[in-house]
């Protein structure tokens, strides 16, 4: 059992209808049949929606996806339209929504590993494989690989587990061309960001992307290069061996499974709320990264 422990209510706004609540974002159609996305403050650990928001993390994300979006432009189109403000959306959704282009969404998380760590980890320890590509022996937790590799999972329902798969799968279920474009445009992006994140002197371990098409135009989605959709780590501090010092919700994942939140990950109860010391901490990591990445002060 897992999901939302508090499941919200969508905002209603005259001349949008509201089609679905994800894990951090609220999705609306307008008028016009574009998407209208909102980033809320939401926090998602362990496939359960956590009870406590962190202030500021949607509107952190969202600048950054676009940061992000300019750098990326030449390389793959993007399915933002405009950060204009809805007519008659409450005043919060300023700096965390975008009207986005309406796309045929591809069902595959799109990830990329350039280290090894998480469940890419816990995979090649007992088969000396991740998504069915081989690796070499000796390798660690945050170990850099040889080279990125493309690493795709099936994409869940809120509360279910994104499933690895191999690429063979991918292109079973979305046709052989389809997977060789994900594949190529995942790795082009991923080498990108991590060129331009090393200049700030962070590492990008992993990240995840979705693409969807708009005719037969491969096009970028959702969030790009943040703290919720990758593993950042400070390149000064990196030491294969351990579990990495991170920019990321790790610190969030780090505190639910402490003795201190007294929450059993293995039980069918809701994780607890996030104290107030882990929302500043959590907070200031985001802050942290953005600031870092994009060179600007966040206040």
Known sequence: MSGFVEKPEPI???GLVHLHTGKVRELYRNEAGDLVMVAS????????????EIPDKGRILTQLSLWWFDRLADLVPNHVLSTELPAGAPADWAGRTLICKSLQMVPV??????YLTGSGLAEYNETRTVCGLALPEGLTDGSELPAPIFTPATK??????DENVSYEEVARQVG??????????TLAVYSRGRGIARERGIILADTKFEFGFEGDDLVLAD????????????????????????Y?????????????????????????????QVVDATRAKYVEAYERLTGTSWS
């Open 109 to 114: 998380e799109c990830v990329a590993r350039g």
């Open 223 to 246: 969030e790009v290069l943040t703290a919720d959709s990758s593993r950042f780590w400070p390149a000064d501090q990196w030491q294969p061996g351990r579990a990495q010092p991170s």
């Open 41 to 52: 403050d939401r926090m998602s650990a362990y496939d359960w929606v956590l009870p406590t």
């Open 176 to 185: 052989a061309d389809t997977a060789a474009r994900l594949r190529q445009a």
């Open 12 to 14: 209603q706004v005259p």
């Open 248 to 276: 990321d919700k790790q610190f969030v994942r780090d505190w639910l499974t402490s003795p201190e939140s007294g929450w059993d990950r293995g039980s069918e109860q809701p994780p607890p709320a996030l104290p107030q």
């Open 156 to 161: 869940a329902a809120v509360g279910e587990h």
